[in-house]
T-cell receptor
Framework: DADVTQTPRNRITKTGKRIMLECSQT?????MYWYRQDPGLGLRLIYY???????NKGEISDGYSVSRQAQAKFSLSLESAIPNQTALYFC????????FGPGTRLTVL | EDQVTQSPEALRLQEGESSSLNCSYT??????LFWYRQDPGKGPEFLFT???AGEEKEKERLKATLTKKESFLHITAPKPEDSATYLC????????????FGQGTELSVKP
């Protein structure tokens, strides 16, 4: 079984809709991260969490929110999706070395 | 400002043709430099961590080296299955483990 899982793997939604991306990990790490990847821009950090009670903004947090439900679960929400949030979204976990999930391809029409 | 630049953006090699990928970085106190491999439609897969200048690590046909300003990923006698995008990232001290990524080098190895 994969150490980091993400659901859904693909999602198409419309402008203005609320959407949640979920991440679970079985590696037992306290730290979890959300990134987005865009062609030509590389991976950029959205939010990160050191533990259930410690959540921090990354470099591109506007338009996103997160919830750390448990040590193993970290969700990313788009409150009102817009087309420029179309991207690949990755969850990661780890202290020094980060291990990534398989990604969610999100399309906002 | 912490920054990572990778070159070239794309590299095409013939099978067996050795080459190197470059990762130049500017960071206020390097905690670690990471190399990842990413296949299309998949998440980055961890390859190496380097912590100090002069350090080298190897895995099969790949060898990563580190200086105070850059890192190289050397690929010796590549095979088509080495085709992927290779990502470099740095982790600065006192930044909570955050990674700053370069844009990647897309490697294509033709048989």
């Amino acid at each position: 079984d994969a150490d980091v899982t993400q659901t859904p793997r693909n999602r198409i939604t419309k402008t203005g809709k609320r959407i949640m991306l979920e991440c679970s990990q079985t590696k037992g790490h306290d730290r979890m991260y959300w990134y987005r990847q865009d062609p030509g821009l590389g991976l950029r950090l959205i939010y990160y969490s050191f533990d259930v009670k410690d959540i921090n903004k990354g470099e591109i947090s506007d338009g996103y929110s997160v919830s750390r439900q448990a040590q193993a679960k970290f969700s990313l929400s788009l409150e009102s999706a817009i087309p420029n949030q179309t991207a690949l979204y990755f969850c990661a976990t780890g202290a020094d070395t980060q291990y990534f999930g398989p990604g969610t391809r999100l399309t906002v029409l | 400002e912490d920054q990572v630049t990778q070159s070239p953006e794309a590299l095409r090699l013939q099978e067996g043709e050795s080459s190197s990928l470059n990762c130049s970085y500017t960071v206020s106190g390097l905690r670690g430099l990471f190399w990842y491999r990413q296949d299309p439609g998949k998440g980055p897969e961890f390859l190496f961590t380097l912590y100090s200048a002069g350090e080298e690590k190897e895995k099969e046909r790949l060898k990563a080296t580190l200086t105070k300003k850059e890192s190289f990923l050397h690929i010796t006698a590549p095979k088509p299955e080495d085709s992927a995008t290779y990502l470099c990232a740095v982790q600065a001290e006192d930044q909570g483990g955050k990674l700053i990524f370069g844009q990647g080098t897309e490697l294509s190895v033709k048989p």
